[in-house]
Structures are given as structure tokens and as C-alpha cells.
T-cell receptor, first 111, second 114 residues
Framework: AQSVTQLDSQVPVFEEAPVELRCNYSSSVSVYLFWYVQYPNQGLQLLLKYLSGSTLVKGINGFEAEFNKSQTSFHLRKPSVHISDTAEYFCAVTGGFKTIFGAGTRLFVKA | DAGVIQSPRHEVTEMGQEVTLRCKPISGHDYLFWYRQTMMRGLELLIYFNNNVPIDDSGMPEDRFSAKMPNASFSTLKIQPSEPRDSAVYFC????????????FGSGTRLTVV
């Protein structure tokens, strides 16, 4: 069985500050890891994915995430956020042909 | 490709009425998923299809819910009769390889049952 825990339900941050959204997972099989972003009144959009290889993956809009197998984490980072990054972010884990989504982290960027 | 297309975007209906939600997946994607999103329960997988065949419907909450995929380019999710607790945003998503490379989501249908 798999599980995904997003450690923060809300993250307020000032514009141009760095941000980290945390995601931990558990699984008994090898996994693929994803981050999605959901803007208000829209569907989820794939930000980035880790399938294999380099543990640092880069995605759209300047986001990146690092896969840490020993800590079973896949934290999302951005060095400098913009107002337009205000959205909900979901971590997802696919393993054994099953995908589990986290509960989401609401990122609120303040001017 | 125009992405995953869902219709309608918004639906308001009275309790007891039948509701049909529609989805057109991305051409070439062989998996289609229906999700429901609420504040209380987050994203819930309702059912998914592979090559138009339902594979897992264990997430369908009750017999009032049914889903079909008559061909590779169209799927429906039907609720009959609808109840206020069915109010939610319903998403359709499609993928290849059962989502091993990620999903493409539609914009969702916001259902309100009054």
C-alpha cells in the first residue's frame, strides 16, 4: 500500500522569497513521483515528475523537486516566488499501477 | 491537441434529478480516470478505464453512480438520482501507461445539487 503526506496545508510567503512545499511518501514498491498545480477553477496541471535517474528534477514555472529515497521525500522548491504562483499544489505517487494524491498544500504569495 | 475536454463546466440541478457529465480524453491516451474533489475528502478516484473497459470502480460511492466509455474518445459519468452530498467538482483525466508518466486533467465540472 502507498500513502502520501503533504506536511503543510497552507504556506504563506512573500513575493520573491524562496519556498519549499514538503511531501513524504511510503510505498512497498518502486514509485514514480509527481507534483501538480491547481489554479482556482481549473484542473490539475503536471508541474514535474521523477521517473528515474537524477534525483533533482526541474519542472515548469521555475519549480524543481528533489527525490530523497532514504527519507522517502519529494519536496518542491522555488527560489523566488511570484504572485502568480498562488495556487494549490498536490504531490502524487504512482506505484504498482496505482496513483495516490496528497491532500494538497495551498501556497499563498503575498505582495 | 485541445487537451481533456469536459462538459458542462457548471451544473446546477435539483435533488432527485439525473446528471450526466461528459469527457473527451486526449487522442492516443488509453487510460481514462474519473475523480471527485471536495474540501472534506480531497481528490477521490471514482473509476478508471483501460482501452474503454472499466478496470476498477471500487471508488464509486453508490449504485446511483455509473460510468461508461462507449469508445476511445468519449466517457460519461451519470448520477441518478442526485443528492446534495454529491455536490463537488468532478474531474476527468487521461494518460498512457496507467499514469506512469503523469495525468492530463480536464478543467472539471462543478456540480451543485440543491
Amino acid at each position: 500500500a502507498q500513502s502520501v503526506t503533504q506536511l503543510d496545508s497552507q504556506v504563506p510567503v512573500f513575493e520573491e522569497a524562496p519556498v519549499e512545499l514538503r511531501c513524504n511518501y511510503s510505498s512497498s514498491v518502486s514509485v514514480y513521483l509527481f507534483w501538480y498545480v491547481q489554479y482556482p477553477n481549473q484542473g490539475l496541471q503536471l508541474l514535474l515528475k521523477y521517473l528515474s535517474g537524477s534525483t533533482l528534477v526541474k519542472g515548469i514555472n521555475g519549480f524543481e523537486a528533489e527525490f530523497n529515497k532514504s527519507q522517502t521525500s519529494f519536496h518542491l522548491r522555488k527560489p523566488s516566488v511570484h504572485i502568480s504562483d498562488t495556487a494549490e499544489y498536490f504531490c502524487a505517487v504512482t506505484g504498482g499501477f496505482k496513483t495516490i494524491f496528497g491532500a494538497g498544500t495551498r501556497l499563498f504569495v503575498k505582495a | 491537441d485541445a487537451g481533456v475536454i469536459q462538459s458542462p463546466r457548471h451544473e446546477v440541478t435539483e435533488m432527485g434529478q439525473e446528471v450526466t457529465l461528459r469527457c473527451k480524453p486526449i487522442s492516443g491516451h488509453d487510460y481514462l480516470f474519473w475523480y471527485r474533489q471536495t474540501m472534506m475528502r480531497g481528490l477521490e478516484l471514482l473509476i478508471y478505464f483501460n482501452n474503454n473497459v472499466p478496470i476498477d470502480d471500487s471508488g464509486m460511492p453508490e449504485d446511483r453512480f455509473s460510468a461508461k466509455m462507449p469508445n476511445a474518445s468519449f466517457s460519461t459519468l451519470k448520477i441518478q438520482p442526485s443528492e446534495p452530498r454529491d455536490s463537488a467538482v468532478y474531474f476527468c483525466a487521461s494518460s498512457v501507461l496507467q499514469g506512469n508518466y503523469g495525468y492530463t486533467f480536464g478543467s472539471g465540472t462543478r456540480l451543485t445539487v440543491v
